[in-house]
């Protein structure tokens, strides 16, 4: 399994940011998909998470601001990320496992940054 996230970087508060997540060595559409963020020093966050049924997920904190979406064709998930605040920052991972198992195949992560 790798998954390989790309896409963040710095954004003013209440722009957008999309991240993207290339998956290979699984079979992508019968696996789950998901988002979780990490502030250096504290714990993991999950973010939000979409299934093999299309169904999906989204922590309190991002719903309304945050749309998870995959693209079976081209084993890309992602996130569009609106209406960003300054607490949305942190490092963004992807992460994939069967519908039925808990999250266990991680990506390296990629920074978002949102600040004036």
């Not at 998954?3 to 789950?32: H, I, K």
């Not at 939000?48 to 890309?76: P, Q």
Request: charged share 15%; proline share 3%; net charge negative.
């Amino acid at each position: 399994v790798q998954l390989v996230e790309s896409g963040g970087g710095l954004v003013q508060p209440g722009g957008s940011l999309t991240l993207s997540c290339v998956a290979s060595g699984f079979s992508f559409s019968s696996y789950a998909m998901g988002w979780a963020r990490q502030v250096p020093g504290k714990g993991l966050e999950w973010v939000s998470g979409i299934y093999s049924d299309g169904s999906t997920t989204y922590a309190d904190s991002v719903k309304g601001r945050f749309t998870i979406s995959k693209d079976n064709a081209k084993n890309t998930a992602y996130l569009q990320m609106n209406s960003l605040k300054p607490e949305d920052t942190a490092i963004y991972y992807c992460a994939t496992a069967p519908d039925s198992e808990d999250f266990g195949s991680w990506g390296q992560g990629t920074q978002v940054t949102v600040s004036t």
